[in-house]
């Protein structure tokens, strides 16, 4: 079908490690979104890839977007204990609707 | 800009009740998607409006309703609830494209008794 698979389902670092989430599609994907959700919020959008290949940083965050547009990462340098929450892959499967991964949770242990 | 609110923000009910969630977009949106998120499934679409029309529908059964008005409010309706209902739903918004991002606002905690 149009699912996006997420993993790891958890991850639990030490303050300072790296964190990577790797989000996997049978099909090829038009575009990928990712959010992310504090425990107790909603997810808040972080970005959007859309060209194969494609790189784009925020602060500590790298994304990308595989060369074949089937696969996805998001990797964060040196997690802080603001990084905690629940990471989510998105791909927009029609205008107005976006079939979500189950999404990795990350704990920080400072 | 105001976000996107979701009123009430909590709600108890019990089984066989009907209840009905608001949605107010962000100023200028005209899309408001519907999600159900629960720990077990994640998050489910549930359908989306535009111009006050459903455009898209995922798989809930049609207990599950929608409208949206002129003013691009929007609201959802569940009946006969049952014991599974309970979960957070969420609102987002967006201008409506392909590819544009859903704004979320901070969804409704339904309990159901």
């Known amino acids: 079908g149009q699912q996006v698979m997420q993993i790891p389902q958890y991850q639990h670092v030490q303050e300072g490690e790296d964190f990577t989430t790797y989000c996997n599609s049978s099909?090829?994907?038009?575009?990928i979104q990712w959010y992310k959700q504090r425990p107790g919020g909603h997810p808040v959008f972080l970005i959007q890839?859309?060209?194969?290949?494609e790189v784009k940083k925020q602060k500590r965050l790298t994304f990308q977007f595989g060369e074949a547009k089937k696969n996805s990462s998001l990797h964060i340098t040196a997690t802080q204990t603001t990084d905690v929450g629940t990471y989510f892959c998105a791909r927009a499967t029609n205008a107005g609707k976006s079939t979500f991964g189950d999404g990795t949770t990350l704990t920080v242990k400072p | 800009k105001a976000g996107v609110t979701q009123t009430p923000r909590y709600l108890i009910k019990t089984r066989g009740q009907q209840v009905t969630l608001s949605c107010s977009p962000i100023?200028?949106?005209?899309?408001v998607s519907w999600y159900q998120q629960t720990p077990g499934q994640g998050l489910q679409f549930l359908f989306e409006?535009?111009?006050?029309?459903?455009?898209n529908k995922g798989n809930f059964p049609g207990r599950f309703s929608g409208r949206q008005f002129s003013n691009s409010r929007s609201e959802m309706n569940v009946s006969t609830l049952e014991l599974g209902d309970s979960a957070l739903y969420l609102c987002?918004?967006?201008?409506?494209?392909?590819?544009?991002?859903?704004?979320f606002g901070d969804g409704t905690r339904l309990s159901i008794l």
């Open positions: 099909t090829t994907l038009s575009n």
């Open positions: 987002a918004s967006s201008s409506g494209g392909r590819d544009q991002p859903q704004h």
């Open positions: 100023s200028g949106h005209r899309s």
């Open positions: 409006y535009f111009s006050e029309t459903q455009r």
């Open positions: 890839l859309v060209k194969s290949g």
